[in-house]
């Protein structure tokens, strides 16, 4: 990036927030605060700091303070999201916008990781990883062509960043010449990994390639996995190979650089045309117009022993359930404005969870 940019003529200081969604698992906290680690040597002479939305410290507030405290002018906020669903839409700038009110301070946010080609570089070498792995155990050797890839994303209520998971998987498909493609989802959606699994098997490929469209470990990507192992169990005659989650590979790294310096030049834009929220998407009318607004405050840097509106424990069940009482788990990504998810009883979707009420 140059000088420049990082540091205008007007001699105001810039700051670069880094948002992140939070997590009950503290490996996948530790990572996301090695990828920061990572970004700041990418912008020399810039603060940068981080918080959270939910479930982890600090919380996004902390972090604005840290910066503001630093002599801080203008934050450059990113989203670490892979996809803008309702957090990168709603929750967290509803939270910016809330601080840079109250503080007078300039809040510009940026764009979230989305359809890139740093970001798909990035998932290619997962692949490549996996694959080579395969060859060293032994495996038998197998053209791409015999070979299913099978992308899974976070899932969400929104449609619009659902269907960037499908168009990452094709890109994956076609750059790679794989035999087919299939997209499936840790939640909320469908179908979900395990039945989505079930179904791919049916197409008759001889191997399959299972990647984690994820940026840390945690809860989900240890499910993914397992319900991977469950589905192999059950078809020994087939290869299946899990491919890593993306972590902070440099790609990615250099994706977010990339991100503040299209906030710096004003060309952070997010793709209005398919939101839900302001457009009357098929499926999803009764959101078009919703307000913005964060449904976090209950558990930012809350301890994550329980959910505070349920009064349970986090079993992973509550996944399924989500999409019927609208309220919030740790890990869990979904609408929090009581509006119904209108696939919620799809059959390969959440009612195939442990727990779903119908």
Known sequence: MASSLLHPEDGSRLGVMVCGHGSRNRMAVAEFARLVE??????????????????????????????????????????????????????????????????????DYGRELGVDP??????????????ADADQAGHEPLPLSATLLVVVGRGSSDPDANANVAKLTRMLVEG???????????????P??????????????????????????????????????????????????????????PLVLETFRQRVEEVVRGEANMNCSL???RTRML???????????????????????????CRQTCNGACEALVVSHGHHHPDH?????HVTYPQRDHPLGPCTLPGAQP
């Open 38 to 107: 990572g970004l700041r040597p990418l912008l020399p002479g810039v603060p940068v700091e981080y918080g959270y939305l939910e479930f982890a410290s600090p919380i996004i507030r902390d972090g604005l303070e840290r910066l503001r405290q630093q002599g801080v002018e203008r934050i450059l906020a990113l989203p670490a999201m892979l996809f803008a669903a309702g957090h990168a839409k709603n929750d967290i700038p509803s939270l910016l916008n809330h601080y840079a009110v109250e503080q007078g301070i300039r809040v």
């Open 118 to 131: 740093n970001m798909i570089q990035a998932a290619a070498d997962r692949i490549r990883t996996a694959l």
């Open 176 to 190: 790679f010449g794989f035999g087919w493609g299939e997209t499936v989802y840790s939640g909320v959606t469908f």
């Open 192 to 249: 979900l990994v395990e039945p989505g699994l079930r179904q791919a098997v049916k197409l008759g490929y001889q191997r399959i390639v299972v990647l984690p469209w994820f940026l840390f470990s945690g809860v989900l990507v240890s499910r993914i996995y397992s319900h991977t192992d469950r589905v192999a169990q059950d078809h020994p005659q087939l290869t299946f190979l899990k491919a890593s989650y993306l972590n902070a590979h």
């Open 275 to 277: 939101c839900k929220y």
């Open 283 to 309: 499926g999803f009318e009764a959101e078009a117009g919703l307000p913005q607004r964060s449904h976090h405050h209950h558990v930012e840097g809350a301890s994550v022993e329980g959910c505070t509106l």
């Open 333 to 337: 990504d979904h609408s929090h404005d």
